[in-house]
């Protein structure tokens, strides 16, 4: 797990406590490198949920990969690493709560739009950007109506 501020792959657990109803394991830690403090959510062994990308392929769901797209979309936006935190927590909780384990990567990416509207508009747009993968401003400026609509 690396520092989302610095990158440095090394960091210690300064709390632990159970999650989400005991599913998953939160943990505090703090970066070696420059201190940062973030929070991490490791699953207890439920079955994986698998993603289905729009080519017909399928992967393990990676909390980390979502969340790195999210970060990417959130750069210099005025959203926390927490925030993104608890929009993930949310798609899995919905997920969980549907008894789903496997999902198609445009309908796990809508789910993280929905939230993603309520936190801030541009992150909202870039992150819709390579989800949906626009090809033309006539896409662009639907998502942008969607968005007002939510
Ligand atoms: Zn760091």
Known sequence: MRCPSCG?????????RPAEEDTAIRRRRECLECG????????????????IKTDGSSEVYDRQKLLRGLLIACAKRPVNPDQLAALIDSIEAELRNTMRNEIGSKE???????????????????????????????????????????
């Open 8 to 16: 440095n792959p090394e960091s210690k657990v300064v709390d632990s």
């Open 36 to 51: 940062r403090r973030f929070t991490t959510y490791e699953r207890l062994g439920d079955t994986p949920l698998i993603v």
């Open 108 to 150: 796990l990416g809508d789910m993280a739009l929905i939230r993603l509207a309520h936190l801030d508009d541009v992150a909202y747009v870039r992150f819709a950007s390579v989800y949906k993968d626009f090809q033309n401003i006539e896409e662009f400026s639907n998502a942008l109506e969607a968005m007002r609509n939510i």
